[in-house]
Each structure stands twice: as C-alpha cells, then as structure tokens.
C-alpha cells in the first residue's frame, strides 16, 4: 500500500512539473510573439520563430544544442507535434514520401531496363533473382521496407514457416518492384522479357503466356514471336556459333528426330503426319598436342583421298585386324579390370573395404583434362531420308573459301544420313549437281563434298556393337550344343521373347539385347568367383576377402573364362592366361586335332570376351 501511495504521489509532482512547464512554455510563446515596444521578440507568427530556431547559423552554440537535440529527440518532436493535427500528419508524410518514392521508383526503372548494347543472350547469362533483390535492396531502400512491413504476419498468425520463407518473401517483392518498374515504362521489361523466353522455351502454350502477360508478369506472346524476340535470340546464337569455326577446327554432329502425331478423329485442319526434324551440334576439335584447340589446316583437304566408289575398297589382310603385341597386352589389362568392377558391383557382399582399394582403371594415352565446348544450331524441318543436308553449312556461314581454310570436316551423324551422304561424291549429278552448283558451283569443296569425313555417331558405333555380339552368340532354338543367347533371354530370365542372330529377318532390338549383355555378364562373372572362390558360399567369402585374395580369384576366373587376344603374326602370341594356364589355350588350338574339344566351353568363354570387349569400350567411351 505504501507503494502505490508513493508511485499515486509522484505521478501527480510529475503532472503539477508538466503543468507548470506548459505554462512557462506558452508565457515564452507569447513574449515571443509581443512586439519589441511591449518587451517582446516581435515576431510575426510562430511559423517564423520556429524557422529561425531550427534554420542553420547564428549563434554557434546554440546551435550546436539544436542539432544535438534534434538527432537525439527529433522523432519525438515531431510525433508529438502530429498527435496536435492528423492532416498535418498525412500532408506531411504524403509530401515526404511521395518524393522519395518517385526518386526510388526512377531506380527500379534503370535497373529493370537493358541498354541499346545489351543483346538477349547476355540478358539470360547474367540474369540472376539473388542478384536482383540484392540490387533492388539497395537502390530502393523505403519501398523495400515498406513491403517487408507490409508482408510480416501477425503476432497471432504467425507460425514457424514464416522464419524460414525470407528467401521467398524477397522473390515477391522483387517480383512487385518489376511490376512497378514496367508501368512507369514498357521498355523497363527484362525481368518480363526473362520470364517469358522461360515459359516458351519450356513449353508453355501461348494462352497461358497471354495470361500471365496480362497480370504484367511476362511480355505477351505476340511480343515473343513477331516482335522478333526469339528471332534476335537465334541471331544472336549464331553469332556465337560461328565465331569458334571462325577460329578453330570443329565436326559436325547431328541427329534426326521424327515424332508422330497421331490424331483420334482428324478434321481438316488436324490430321495424323510425321514430323521430321534434324537437330545439329557444332564441336571445336581439341589438340592434345597444343593442349588448345585445333588450327585451321592442321587436317588439309590432301589428306583425304578422291572417292571413286560408293562401296569401299581396302586392301587388308587378317594380319591388320589384329592387334599389336603392345596393343593385346594393354587391352587384356583394361579387360582385367574391368571384369574386377564388375565383380565388386554384383558379387553379393562385397565388403566396402574391397572397393575402397580397388585403384582406377589403367590409363593409355589419357587425354588432357579439358571442358568439351559444344554449339547447338537451330533445329532444321527437313527429312532425313533427303539430301537438304546443305543447309548446315548456310547456317555455319561456311563457303568454299572458309572451308577450304579450314580443312577436312568431321561429321558424325546417324547411319540412314551417312549412306545417303556417301553417294554425292559418286552420283553427283543430275538433280543434285544443279540443286547444289546453282548456289555453289560444279567441282568446289562444297558441291564434291571433299571436306567431308564421315564418322559414325557413337551411339550408332554402340547399338552395331551391342547387336554384332548378341547375334554372334544367340544360338539356336534346341540346339544340339547347350547354352546361347536365347537361353538365357527367352528361358531363364522368361521375358518376351525376341528375334536375333544372324540369319533373323528383322534386325535384333538394341534395347532388350543391351540389357541382356548387361545382364549376362556379370552373371557369368558372378558364377566363376562362387566356383574358385574356394568357399561354398560366395557372399560369405566376399565379406572377409583381402585386395590380394580377391585379385588372385579374379585372375583365376579371368585366366579360365575369358578368351586370349592373338597379337599380330610374327610377334608373340599374347594372352589373356597365364604360361601355366597353357591347357586352356588348346580348346582353342585347332592344330591339335588329337584333342577332343568342348564345343560348349568355346562359345562360352568366346561370348565372355565379346561381351566384356563392348560393356568395357562403351562405358569407358563416357
């Protein structure tokens, strides 16, 4: 009780302080008012002293004394000083505003609005939303905090989200201040302009670009498409893309797309077509020599010789088929290897151990570390199965001069473009000559395509692979000799069955034949560790085996499995077993005709080596 007394006593001394001190106040006031004859200042009105009170100068002190309580209670003063008059508040604060807002608003617009310099290319490259929240902090710092206020919950609704969604929150406001900055001015579009080459490119239809383009997020789709956006875009592109064939060798490398639109019930204007399209990379061709990229004229056109037939020619023997001694023993390491990874991947409980000391594949030849650049042209409306390949080069800028500067051209396509481009050089005449002489000329590095080199597509060099090794081991359907392909595809795993080998009517289905030798395999892999892994259980071994144990059974399995590689004739007969592995060599010896020979192990052990040759060259190729 005695200290509410108390507080009741000194909150009234306080009062009767305040009172006192308003009094003395307006008493100051109205002698500040009187004129100078009566003992006053003689002022004309308030609004007069209060300006020389607060107006820079005079007395040094003093004013130093102002300043000094101005910073200190500034915000005070002029809180109270409103609590007076509401429209004084709101006449103020809107004057205030209204120009620091216009100043902030002219900040959007020059930071939303590109220069006559800068191309769409660079606008998508360095666009960034961080950057541009960062950038639209800074230069607009009132309306920034004013939309943080104006966007943070409530007490009584606010949940733990909201802590964690600031990033989202800047997105939005970034988003309002583009907004603003494209109704003071159309051209003030880049963050519209981003989005909407966003929404085309990722296949948005044109009715949802109009939508959103009406509600200011996006330029409209008219703006995209016939104002030449897209246009300037592809223009732009292909700057980029010539000026590295400009400067250094490349090859070419395309493929064909045909997708087909089926329509349920076709009308006039929807009707069931095919779509053929080719789609085309340009590659700058690396020097390992220079550790750059290739000159023009390091591959002259003298070093391709004339083609006089469409089927080749080429004068080799058996001899040139096989490797050299070097050669073998360099492929028998890498194949090695290879089936050891195999291994450590499908035997089951290899312990972690065994794979963290298991080195990295052998390397020959590594090519330098080095980022392949790569050019993607604009995708042609032209069927494969026609000769309109010219166009590529219009679309590269290349003549006969640029070519004949550059030298021989790489390309690497499909199979069905590369036997139809291997007959211009023969047939060249005709239709063909005049469709390409009329533009180029008879006789010239573009219409005799001797800048051409024709490579396959390594995808294409993998499906043929893949197919060679399934046809050649497929078998036959109750063959007197057990085993094979089919067996193992049609039986034993019981999927659908398919049709291959050699004399099939149809060629053999890349996809079921890839999975099937990916399958196989490691299977057979699998099977020669569980034989000499010298435990009954493989699993079992696995899971106490050394690096040194596990390599001596994989060379016992490799030794035993795997077929050797003959070197060339008059150099030494290089394996894949080892000297006191030699009887194993005789099942393949068929100068030995006083053995009796295992018809099912040969195919077994010959299939083994086939299919490790294409799982190891086709996932080294990445």
């Known amino acids: 009780m005695e200290a509410e007394e108390q507080a009741k006593q000194a909150a009234g001394l306080r009062r009767a302080r305040e009172a006192e001190c308003t009094i003395k106040a307006q008493h100051v006031l109205a002698d500040v008012l009187k004129p100078a004859e009566d003992g006053g200042y003689n002022f004309v009105d308030l609004e007069e002293f209060f300006q020389g009170v607060f107006r820079p100068g005079g007395d040094r002190n003093a004013s130093l004394n102002i300043s000094r309580y101005v910073g200190a209670h500034g915000a005070e003063l002029a809180q109270t000083m409103f609590a007076r008059s509401e429209s004084a508040r709101e006449d103020y604060i809107s004057a205030e505003l209204a120009g620091i807002y216009r100043h902030e608003g002219r900040a959007i617009q020059n930071i939303l609005t590109r220069n006559s310099t800068t191309s769409v290319i660079n606008l998508l490259n360095e666009f960034s939303m961080d950057q541009l929240v960062t950038e639209l902090e800074i230069a607009a710092p009132w309306l920034w905090r004013a939309l943080v206020i104006i966007a943070e919950p409530d007490e009584s609704t606010r949940s733990e989200r909201d802590s964690e969604s600031r990033k989202h929150k800047d997105l939005v406001s970034a988003t309002i201040c583009a907004l603003i900055g494209v109704m003071r001015s159309q051209k003030a579009n880049d963050f519209q302009l981003v989005i909407g080459l966003f929404l085309l490119g990722s296949g ?45 060798m490349c090859q070419i490398v395309w493929d064909n797309l045909n997708i087909a639109f089926r329509v349920a019930s076709e009308r006039l204007q929807a009707k069931s077509h095919l779509d053929n399209g080719t789609t085309v990379k340009a590659i700058p061709l690396f020097d390992p020599a220079t550790g750059g990229n290739a000159r023009h004229g390091t591959l002259p056109f003298s070093m391709k010789p004339p083609c006089e037939r469409t089927l080749p020619v080429i004068d080799w023997t058996a001899e040139d088929a096989l490797p050299s001694p070097q050669s073998a023993e360099e492929l028998s390491a890498l194949c090695f290897w290879q089936m050891q990874r195999l291994a450590l991947e499908h035997v089951p409980g290899a312990n972690t151990k065994l794979k963290e000391d298991f080195k990295d594949c052998p390397e020959i030849f590594q090519i330098p570390l080095h980022k392949t650049e790569q050019y993607p042209l604009p995708a042609t409306h032209i069927d494969e199965s026609t000769l309109e390949g010219i166009c590529i080069l219009r679309q590269l800028g290349l003549d006969d ?25 023969v047939t060249l005449s005709n239709d063909l000559r005049q469709r390409i002489s009329h533009r180029f000329g008879p006789d010239t590095p573009i219409a005799s395509m001797r800048a051409s080199v024709r490579r396959w597509g390594l995808f294409h060099a993998e499906m043929v692979g893949g197919r060679l090794t399934v046809n050649e081991h497929w078998g036959n359907a109750n063959s007197l000799f057990p085993g094979g392909l089919w067996w193992e595809h049609n039986k034993l795993l019981k999927r659908k069955p398919i049709t291959a080998g050699w004399s099939g009517k149809k060629a053999t289905p890349w996809k079921p034949a890839h999975e099937l030798l990916h399958i196989s395999l490691p299977a057979h892999i699998v099977d020669g560790f569980r034989i000499h892994c010298g435990q009954d259980s493989v699993e079992k071994w696995a899971k106490t085996a050394t690096i040194i144990e596990f390599k001596r059974v994989a060379r016992i399995v490799f030794n035993k499995f795997h077929c050797y590689i003959t070197a060339r004739r008059g150099g030494p007969r290089l394996s894949l077993v080892e000297e006191e592995e030699e009887e194993y060599l005789t099942l393949f010896d068929r100068r030995r005709d006083n053995l009796k020979r295992d018809i099912t192990l040969e195919n077994s052990i010959l299939y083994n080596r086939d299919a490790l040759f294409y799982v190891f060259s086709r996932e080294r190729r990445w």
């Open 204 to 248: 948005a239809s044109k009715r949802e670009i109009e939508v959103l383009a009406h509600a200011g997020l996006s330029i409209s789709y008219r703006s995209i498409i016939a104002i030449g956006h897209v246009k300037s875009l592809s223009e732009e592109g292909m700057g980029h893309v010539r000026q590295p064939i400009g400067e250094s």
């Open 401 to 425: 001069g640029a070519l004949e500067t550059h030298g021989l051209l790489f390309n690497d396509g499909d199979l069905l473009t590369d036997s139809l481009k291997e007959k211009v050089p």
